[in-house]
């Protein structure tokens, strides 16, 4: 008797259930008649009459001229192995049409999404994470953010461990990040130093006298990622992704105010930090 797991075997393979069980039935049989393939599979003669032509059509069945007719499975092994190159034909073609239709698809929705898609909302971490590391990937010419410590710090890192980033720096991409000052200077300068055993020279960090309320990531000055809300990880909040010239002009100018009111990070090591020097800018 034909067990539950080899029945769910074969139509895996891609045979029918009735198709399945007539198969095994006949390999359980041998050669046998219409009549006694019926008792034991308990599908009708009809039905056994009306599949038995389609396995036949794929090789698996072979029926004599007499009458009654005769049928007789190919061993299982032959059958297996027929199958599977059917299945792996179906998938190579299957594959190539889904390759064709993704290509339409994205050019269509590449020049959709130029023509009007210029802003995204981003509410999860993860689509927001991927969107940042493909953007930060494609950067060219500059990397400029402001946002508090712990985020420039989750960039910084970021960018030393990823495999394109000596490919940035023979580029000499800018990259410019503007936070607060951390608490626990000391620490947290020597944090930096781990992350970065020799800072290269086109990474700058300044820091303001205060927490940024309004945490902005400019690439290219292309692309721009602003944050929904100044609380939290980089990543713990909804995020606006654009590509529109105005909304990354606007924070240019934002950027540009924050990195000119601030001070150079490298300058604190060396001297005290002068507040009411910050405060008059």
């Not at 007789?72 to 027929?82: D, F, G, H, M």
């Not at 309004?214 to 944050?227: G, P, W």
Request: glycine content about 2%.
């Amino acid at each position: 008797m034909n067990t539950t797991d080899e029945i769910s075997t074969m139509m895996d393979l891609g045979l029918t259930k009735n198709q399945t069980k007539i198969y095994l039935t006949l390999i359980e049989l041998g050669p046998s008649k219409a009549e006694e393939i019926s008792k034991v599979s308990e599908i009708t003669r009809q039905d056994i009459y009306r599949v038995m032509p389609t396995l036949q059509a794929m090789g698996l069945i072979e029926a004599s001229l007499s009458r009654p007719r005769i049928f007789k499975a190919l061993p299982l092994q032959e059958t297996i192995s027929t199958l599977f190159n059917h299945r792996e034909k179906e998938i190579a073609e299957l594959k190539e049409r889904t390759r064709i239709m993704l290509q339409n698809h994205r050019n269509k929705t590449i020049k959709k999404f130029d023509e009007h898609y210029q802003v995204l909302y981003i509410p999860g971490r993860k689509a927001l994470l991927n969107r940042t590391r493909k953007a930060i990937e494609k950067a060219k010419k500059s990397l400029n953010a402001v946002s508090s410590w712990n985020n420039v710090m989750e960039h910084v890192s970021y960018i030393r461990k990823n495999p394109e980033f000596k490919k940035m720096i023979r580029g000499a991409i800018e990259i410019r990040f503007v936070t607060e000052k951390p608490e626990e200077f000391k620490r947290k300068m020597s944090s930096l130093g781990r992350v970065f055993s020799r800072k290269p020279s086109n990474v700058k960090i300044r820091y303001s006298l205060s927490s940024p309320q309004a945490h902005v990531l400019l690439i290219d000055q292309k692309e721009i990622f602003i944050r929904m809300s100044h609380k939290g990880g980089f990543a713990q909040n909804p995020s606006i992704w654009s590509n529109n010239p105005c909304l990354i002009e606007i924070a240019k100018c934002y950027f540009e105010k924050m990195w000119n009111n601030s001070v150079d990070l490298d300058n604190s090591r060396k001297t005290q930090f002068n507040e009411s020097k910050v405060r008059s800018h």
